[in-house]
């Protein structure tokens, strides 16, 4: 690690007040837990000038019921996510996906909304600013080149976090503050895009606030799983969120979701072909081929794209099968 550089700390009473700085100060990132971004400024990847704490919103920290749905702040903590009697109950992938995150300690700092706004990883990203010297930088970090993919000019690191997938089988949507003061409410979908070097769409002084799971959706059937090199610490190799309502025998409703395959948390195109049919054998490896074709992971870990592809595959089936059962 090197040590940690010099910066300016803000930390804002309202996230107004918040979105308003990033807005007007330059190179400023905000930051909640900082699990995975202090780890980027001590190595010199992020470089900012000042950092805009907001673990003092206290607008941010909640998470409530009313007849819409369930309404979490992004200011909550993973282990609250995780625990929350509403949460385990009424969306079980959103509590399996945050409990899935890291460790304890990382789940007791890390936030929903930082969760859902991870930088994409990379193995020729995330590594120590001598490393990154020494192998002329990336496309990502000061670079001209993808070493991942080097006759391109795209970034294809991958988009790594774990709520985001559980939250997008339940249609989630979520509130963003802008520097000007107005706040929006969008689908998640719409935070991310397919690029490794800009994943979301977020402007400068965006401020993600909460995010909303609907009513409608409460209670359905759903899991998430993930594959891990060590499974106490680290970021998916490939993760799988799904969603089921089986009715007499048939699939009345399904939805997959995909994290640590693609450059944003994707949603698997045609599962909904499955609805009205039995979910036999034959089913189930149709769903898991069409899961693979969809996931493009590339060489951005230590393990090879291929068996990444094959586990997501491995992960939806599995995990719609059992809710099936």
Known sequence: MEFMPDFKLHRPATAAEAAKLRADTEDALFVAGGTDMLVNVRRGIEQPKALIDVTAIDDIKSIAEDEDGLHIGAGVTLRDLATNELVQRDYPAVAQAARAVAGPTHQDYGTVGGNLCLDTRCLFYNQSEWWRQSNDYCLKERGEICHVAPGGKRCFAAFSGDVAPAMLVYDAEIDILGANGELRRQPLTELYRNDGLNHLTLEPG???TAVHLPKSLAEQPSAYEKARIRGSIDFPL?????????????????????????PYPQVVKGADTAIGKPLDEDALDALR???????????TTTVAPWYRRRVVGALARRLTAQLAG
């Open 238 to 262: 490939a993760g799988a969120a799904v969603r089921l309502v089986m009715d007499g025998g048939k699939v009345a409703n399904i939805k997959i979701a995909l994290t640590g395959v693609n």
């Open 206 to 208: 965006d401020l993600v």
């Open 289 to 299: 081929e069409n899961v693979r074709k969809q996931a493009k992971p590339m060489r």
